[in-house]
DNA sequence: TTGTAAGCGTTATCAG
DNA sequence: CTGATAACGCTTACAA
């Protein structure tokens, strides 16, 4: 069990100091040649790499990023992280993922452990709680210490940080407008309540749609859904009692359940009933019929998230307080749910 | 923007010794009452709090766990995550994420970047390429240094450590014997290519259930896909060509991807064809119909990887070479893909 | 009861 | 050309 090699062994076994060591792997032009060479083929030989604790130490920076999100069993957050992952790497930083499981206390305390000098910045998500609750007081403290944050996707406007979001207002106008425009008349929408913001705006979105046309909006067409794992029986109730012929859903999982609800209901989509659903991810791809989506680029979204941190942790501090707010394009991926 | 506190700025405030202050910090008895509150309520007042990469430089661990996996974006690897975070999050530990993309040398790199320092151990299911290339140097080096790896779900026998998996071949032996015992004479089986031995293992327990009840297993009831991206003509063909009445799928993408190409065959499921697949995910509890699967585990099996890495972190070294592989029981979700 | 000093692994500055 | 020293933030013998 070979220990970890250190500069101070290299140094004894070489009979030389550290810092002729040091100078020497780092290419020092104030070391000879032989010297130099003597050390680096030492170095190889036995496989040494610098550790990267003292590093952070000794740089003030860890070259880590702290991704704070609700869920990573979410598709939509898991292709977040793999967009993140891979603009960080190549920018040759890692990251640190800790889940809030969408509580206020885990978010908090695991922002905590992270901010104690673990990581360089966070990239996060805010859990539901935490949107409940109206309590940022832990995002001021970090951004208060000099530690920047990136936001995405459930964001907060009271917060000065840089945000990466889908306008989710347009997105849900323009899925809406899209069944009208298949000859739709009579529209539902599957939300998420209030307090999560995107569910608030893609229902404001919903209802822009109708009133631009001047179709007539009604409370009763939008349903609002707390708890996503039982969410079977409302659906059903809702789609019974508003008889609609196009639905909005916010997400695939409300858009599947409702499917399989219609055709329980003996209706056909999309000819009876066109779905059309938000997050571009595996069931929509893969159900029966398969679901036409506003696609979020959540690997887009990860990816620039992550491009604009490390643009502000390596920028000399001169970006100060120009806080950027990129909206991503979402895409309509057209499939069997809508005609 | 308050700079972090730091134990020095505390010493200097308040015209004691840093010692002073981290004794104090930490109850230590041999600080009188009246310094220690006053140093106690500084400290709270401004929220100090340790440095990490402090802490880790001097006692030489980090308490974070380094995670490699091929992919986020496949439902199981996420639910593994779910499952390490919680566990380990429960023992003060945080996870470090690197994702291999399948790739042997991201591999390689990104293990060689964690094991520098950053973390106390791995947690890790190897990349495709590096089963196909049976390469393992990486994984021997860092055992090699004393710090541990515990494997799952794709793991390789040559390597000497903790290994979390499911009993691959007796959970597609019973899953096929499932198939039978409903009455299903002719079964095609839906694979990887070899290399990945999960799918290696499962064709192999497929084709062990035959024989056990006499039937003979012909090669050309298994279709081994290379491209998961393209599999659904390969997928039309091979049904096409067998004529099942039964299938086994090693994912759930094969499986609703068969499931699809029969519907479209105008076979009915489960009467015509009845379909089983393995991981028991999104697909398989949405699609339609819903689909019968060999549930994997994947949170258990993430939980009881992180509390063997940590109990072996945390053992005075006294647990050497008594390596464990744990098998963890599958579980057969019945759905509407068999009768 | 308090303070000094060494050490964790690096790098950078300054002497020799 | 090489080496000693300080520093990053913290803990912990050991002195005072």
Redesign the interface.
């Known amino acids: 069990?070979?220990?970890?090699l250190t500069l101070k062994k290299i140094a004894q076994d070489l009979n030389v100091s550290i810092s002729t060591v040091s100078k020497a792997l780092r290419d020092s032009h104030e070391i000879s040649v032989e010297t130099r060479d003597k050390i680096k083929d030492y170095a190889k030989k036995y496989?040494y790499?610098?550790?990267?604790?003292?590093l952070?130490?000794k740089n003030q920076k860890?070259k880590?990023i702290g991704i704070i999100i609700p869920?990573?069993?979410h598709?939509f957050f898991?292709?977040v992280?793999?967009g993140i992952?891979?603009v960080a790497?190549e920018k040759g930083y890692?990251?640190?993922?800790?889940?809030s499981g969408e509580s206020f206390d885990?978010e908090v305390v695991?922002m905590?452990?992270?901010?104690?000098?673990?990581i360089d910045g966070f990239i996060m998500s805010l859990s539901k709680e935490t949107l409940e609750r109206q309590d940022f007081h832990h995002l001021r403290?970090v951004l208060?210490?000099?530690m920047p944050i990136v936001m995405f996707d459930r964001v907060v406007d009271s917060i000065a940080c840089d945000k990466i979001i889908i306008d989710d207002v347009a997105a849900a106008q323009s899925a809406t407008d899209f069944l009208l425009r298949k000859g739709k008349k009579n529209l539902g929408i599957i939300s998420t309540v209030d307090y999560v913001n995107v569910g608030k705006l893609r229902t404001q979105g919903f209802k822009d749609a109708l009133l631009k046309r001047g179709i007539k909006f009604k409370e009763s067409s939008v349903l609002r859904i707390e708890d996503a794992e039982n969410c079977t029986k409302s659906i059903e109730k809702f789609l019974k009692q508003g008889n609609y012929d196009g639905v909005v859903a916010v997400n695939e999982?409300f858009a599947?359940?409702a499917s399989?609800a219609l055709?329980k209901m003996g209706k056909s989509i999309p000819d009876d009933v066109a779905i059309i659903a938000f997050t571009d991810g595996?069931?929509s791809k893969?159900?029966?019929p398969t679901l036409t989506t506003i696609g979020q680029k959540g690997e887009d979204m990860g990816g620039l998230a992550a491009a604009k941190l490390i643009e502000r942790l390596e920028s000399k501090h001169d970006m100060e307080e120009s806080y950027e707010t990129v909206i991503v394009k979402t895409s309509l991926v057209e499939r069997e749910s809508t005609p």
Chains 1, 2 share one sequence.
């Not at 890692?94 to 889940?99: D, R, W």
């Not at 905590?112 to 673990?118: F, K, P, T, W």
């Open positions: 069990m070979a220990q970890k496989n790499k610098p550790n990267n604790i003292a952070s130490l860890t880590k869920e990573i069993v598709h898991a292709t992280i793999s992952e891979k790497n890692q990251v640190i993922i800790c889940l885990k695991n905590d452990m992270l901010a104690n000098g673990s403290e208060n210490q000099g999982l599947v359940t399989k055709k595996m069931l893969y159900a029966s």
